[in-house]
């Protein structure tokens, strides 16, 4: 194995975009130029579909200026794709790097992405291929295994969590029932995020509701009763995942067994959940003022919503991703680690094995025994991941007039 490679960079984002994953891209193109052995660093077009079709852009030539002014711009600026490639897939891809002398492969994604970069490492050794391959860790549902957290988390975490500060004003001023359906397949953290809302005793979201608990319309019945009875008002936040005894998404029996490109049942791209549960509210409970909303891509790449952290953190990765592959010669997986109690970040690279394929979920200290709310723990763990300038409601504290006619 050569100990110090030359050749060409190639970098590529994958799945859902966030508000800071093009700050990965820069952080590995600008990084990677200040480096010798590098003839040229390329950008793929629509991720490992660019690559499989030869759409490469040469990040080389583009300015520094322009690339910090595309870091600072929410979603994929190289856009992105959902093939979840198998092996020919991966060999149509390892056979097109070859052929431009790609000697360093950095894919910003999730887990899916992270099994790509394995397979493909996989068959570059096979083929007695010099080459480093390196996943970057991405994605707003916080579900990557090793990681304390991953960038594109706390943005979309402000932006939920400063969504549900505005919509409890909003039912403050004029009561009644919200049901806010936010992302999350498998990992309740980003839904859990909306609890950050909450300032005082009687505030919203009063029941989030997460996938790593048997949801039962029941019990959510008795639940939005009984804060209804206590507050008159309820500001609910359901993750899409949310499923049932069996395992089965509360939204697949609704839809059907419609499947992604990953085999999972799309919960996305309808506001059917959030109809459902207000048609219930109504029917059951007698309630008329009930609204819902679905978030869908407006958690992922809202601008002006970034949370500064985030942000830096991105960059860090994509930096830190470029300096293993080039400074230590291996391969792996970047992942952000938080070794103290208040925060600070430490940044390691693991084997891709232990990151590829596998999802992370809330542990059971961030949840609320009842199965209905968040801990202090999870708030703890979230408040500093959303940046600073995080804005604080207050309310009227002048004193109430006596009544003059009773």
Known sequence: MATRLEGKVLVAQGGGPTAVINQSVVGVALEARKFTQVTRVYGALHGVKGIAN????????????????????PSSALLSTRDKPDEAYCARMFEVMKAHDIRYFFYVGGNDSADTVRIVNEQADAAGYDFRAVHIPKTIDNDLVVNDHCPGFGS??????????????????????YIGIVMGRHAGFLTASAALARKYVDDGPHLVYLPERVFSTERFLADVDAVMKEHGRCVVAVSEGVSDESHTPILAK??????????????????????????????????????????????????????????????????????FAMWDNVDGSVVIRRPVLSYSVEYDLVPLSEVAGKTKVMPDAFVSPQGNGVTDAFHL??????????????????????????
């Open 54 to 73: 030869e759409e490469f852009l040469d990040l080389t030539r583009e300015t520094t200026h322009n690339l910090e002014r595309v870091a600072q711009t």
């Open 254 to 323: 609704l839809i059907g067994e419609d499947r992604d490109a990953h085999g999972n049942v799309q919960l996305s791209g309808s506001g059917a959940l959030g109809d459902l549960l207000s048609d219930l509210v109504k029917k059951k409970l007698g309630l008329k003022r009930v609204r819902s909303d679905t978030l869908g891509y407006l958690q992922r790449s809202f601008v002006g919503c970034v949370s500064d952290r985030d942000a830096h953190e991105a960059r860090e990765v994509g930096e830190k991703a470029v300096q």
């Open 381 to 406: 763990y979230c408040r500093p991941l959303v940046g600073s300038g995080f804005p604080e409601p207050h309310r009227i504290r002048a004193p109430r007039v006596s009544k003059v006619k009773g």
């Open 156 to 177: 979309a975490a402000r932006f939920v969590s400063q969504a549900f500060m505005g919509v409890n004003l909003d039912t403050r001023a004029l009561p009644g029932v």
